[in-house]
């Protein structure tokens, strides 16, 4: 009643019978000075939002022909009666049958282009003419509209005198700024992009443009769409294809997709509408068509990862310039991102794993029963400042914008809305507007759904609700302007406890296809692992170091790699190049190919390179001056992969790993023996005029960087390869580095000492022979016929019987007393095919593992074909002062009584037991039997045991 009143001051209020539900038909007519007066046809306005109409179309359609003609006679009359010149809508309501007058609009209406596309009539001029005194019978298209020609005089009796019918259909859809989330509550703000391309059959106009906007105060259309077709339904499509290719984005929100839903709908099919029918969807909240549920959260989530990580960046970027030396927290790769999306909040750490590629999982802190799953995808800036999210190997067009409600997506031209943490206690605006004046007194009780308040927003009253029952506390003033955020009043909660509050998804995420395409040959394997790894040695995050370095380990030593990425490139030059030289390299690749089908093991692609680079110089040099260069130009590519290669496949592998250590090290140099303030200090001033330098040496050398991984997994398969010589140099320049990559420098070294030591190889014969020795001895105590695979038993206190016993203890020590590492090299010996040199080598084995201790006997036994089992009787006392003397002198010290419970301990006999097999499969099936073996060997050793 307020909004009434207040349209037209001082105006009386007529009060009329309601009719609910009806339709809203309208009639177009135009009455000229000389008492005549015309219908042309009408339009249907019935798709209203609080009687406001928000969809026309013409011609009607829901009334009979001859109700409608009755319409248009009784429109007609009206306006001769009242004397009415110019153009106006006579309205009604119209249900079951019966029409009810409305009102005489004495204007032309925003949708009067429907009206004009069925008739041919131009109303504006029509006007202008009417103004000017002219006849509507002497008006050209009101002619042409009676079958007359059109600048001809002859009268016209309009009353007789039939129409030509209307051409096809129209539908006209009025461009809001409403949010039709909130039942189409008015929104207002600037509007960043406004893009529509008319066609044929749809056109349209907009009273704001791009870097626009719409004020509180004004009315809430900017835009009127309108689409044609031979009848409704090809009108319908056309319009809904219409509507799709708009783009709207800013601080508003638009019922495009809500329409676009309403057009689709059945009863719109049907043509079941009426004045209540949206208000009705609306009521009932019926909602338009959204993302899938995962897509619009890991978009969500991507796109506030992405914002933070660009406002971080920038400001990073605007301290270096101001001087100062910014937090390293600012280039952070890894961040928590919380989004409540439909009540269900999701908890998701983003870690940057490329300037454009993210990885996605849940936390696992917040949601411990999420399986791990890692979500890849890619973001990239358009110019409009929306983002290309290709999630899924899908492509997704994403915009967003952050208010007080939360955060509004949308994607794919679907809007979703993500809100903040539900606060009822704060009632806040969430739009500007104007407070009108509260419904209730301040300090009063509420009821939850009670309104508390009345707000303007761009000429339309509306009340605000209580989310919960409580007491409220006013804090705004009537009258007052307010905000999108602005505190209006604050409730005290009758209950907090029965507040509802979001659920922590507690589900996983789904498997989805890597954001970057990899194909399953080597070198696209090679390709995208050398990728990688360059993102972790720029700093950025990734979850799979170890993998990324295995996958490219195994990837580079592929003997058919040459091959292959010789292929590749011709595949993509061969129309830039020669033919000689296209067919001469192809036929060097395929010598290789057969070299490597007959012989993989001793193939080298080094001589090919070679022959390769020699074929693309000779064939250059003998090139018209002229074309040299541009041929030049484009073999480089098959130059620098033939210079690669030059080495062979293992060259090539040592050039990329040298390469990744020397990228390593030229940044952390960058920062030895500095702090963090003053590196970075050095760093702005050797890189005055590029900024863009410091920011990637900052990155790199963060403390979330997982390169400090990365290189020592790269070491770990240098050294598994055997190949340290061939890093001598790099390896002597990473040992002295320090501060926090000390651990790298530590592996260094210990590389380049494990290098200078002998080697496997050469330990390995240096152990045969000393096991040789020893089982010479055996043999000379033991005489030549014997043959027994049971082994031998000694007793480490028999030094003083037989030359051959002490003989054997003497060569037994040298061996586990030297310092040069020999468990491998043993190790390797228990598959032996001599079983004597197998038991011997089981019994150093377990002397040397207890070297510290005093083994009072000890027992080795092989026999065919892979059993090994070496029993012993050790105690705690060391070797050394087994015997109870010291530098040949007698120890006579007392001691009391917990020292001699003590040093009884140590001499105390424990039983040992080691049993090999040679995989997991024997090991599962001699599990049982090892155990029995077990209980009763120490069953038969229990008398010196206790």
Known sequence: FRQVTGEVPGSPVFLMKLVPNARHLEVQIIGDAHGAAIALYGRDCSVQRRHQKIMEEGPTVAAADDVWEEMERAAVRLVKEVGYVGAGTVEYLFQDGKYYFLELNPRLQVEHPVTEEITGVNLPATQLQIAMGIPLHRI???????????????????????????????IAVRITGENPDEGFKPTSGDIHELTFRSTPNVWGYFSVGPRGGLHEYADSQFGHIFARGGNREEARKAMVLGLKEISIRGDIRTPVEYVIHLLETEDYRKNRIHTGWLDGLIANRIATSKPEIMVAVLCGVLYKAHQICAASLEEYTKQLSWGQVPSPTLLRTNLSVELIYLNVKYCFIASRAGPTHYSLSLSKE???????????????????????????????????KEDVTGLRLTVDSKTCVFSRDYDPTALRSTTPGKLVRYLV??????????????????????????PEAGRITQLMQEGSSMVSGDMIASLELDDPSRITRPVVY??????????????????????????????????YDNQRVRETVDEFFEQAIHPRLPALEFNDSLSVLGGRIPKPIYDGIKGEVAKYEAILATNPVTA?????????????????EALPHADRKGVSNACSPLRELADQYCDGVQGRLVTLVTSFLEEFLGVEKLFQGKSMQAAVRDLKEQFKDEP??????????????????????????????????????ILNEMSIISGRNIEV?????????????????????????????????????????????????????????????????????????QTADLFDVLLGLFSSKNLRLRALAAEIFVRRAYRTYNIDSLHAEAQPPKHLHVEWLFSTQSRNTATGSLGGMVRTDSQDGLALLEERERSRLRFGMLLFFETNEDLEENFADAMNHYRKARLGHASSLN
Request: no cysteine.
């Open 140 to 170: 050209p298209e009101i002619r042409k509209l009676y079958n007359r020609v059109p600048f001809g005089s002859d009268a016209i009796n309009f009353d007789t005198d039939k129409r030509l019918p209307p051409k096809g259909h129209v």
């Open 366 to 400: 917040k949601t411990p029963e999420s399986d791990g799953v890692v979500v890849e995808a890619q973001v990239r800036t358009m110019s409009d400042g929306g983002l290309l999210v290709l999630l899924d190997g899908k492509m997704h067009v994403t915009y967003g």
């Open 441 to 466: 007194p301040d300090l009063a009780h509420v009821d939850k759904g009670t309104p508390y308040a009345e707000i303007e927003v761009m000429k339309m009253y509306m009340p605000l609700l209580a």
């Open 506 to 539: 507690s589900g996983s995420l789904p498997h989805l296809k890597p954001a970057t395409v990899v194909g399953d040959k080597p070198h696209q394997k090679l390709r995208n692992s050398i990728l990688n790894i360059h993102r972790i040695l720029l700093g």
């Open 604 to 620: 080298s692609f080094a001589p090919y390179a070679a022959e390769i680079s020699s074929l693309l110089s000779r064939s250059i």
């Open 692 to 729: 863009s330098k410091v920011v990637a040496a900052t990155l790199s050398h963060h403390t979330q960087s997982k390169k400090k991984t990365l290189v020592l997994a790269i070491l770990e398969k240098v050294e598994a390869q055997g190949s340290v010589d061939q890093y001598i140099s």
């Open 745 to 817: 420098s530590l592996k260094a070294k210990h590389m380049l000492i494990r290098y200078q030591l002998p080697s496997y190889k050469q330990r390995a014969v240096a152990v045969e022979a000393s096991l040789s020795a020893i089982l010479a001895v055996d043999e000379s105590s033991e005489g030549p016929s014997s043959s027994s695979s049971r082994g031998f038993s000694f007793l480490d206190g028999d030094l003083d019987g037989s030359s051959s016993n002490q003989d054997r203890a003497r060569l037994i020590h040298a061996m586990v007393d």
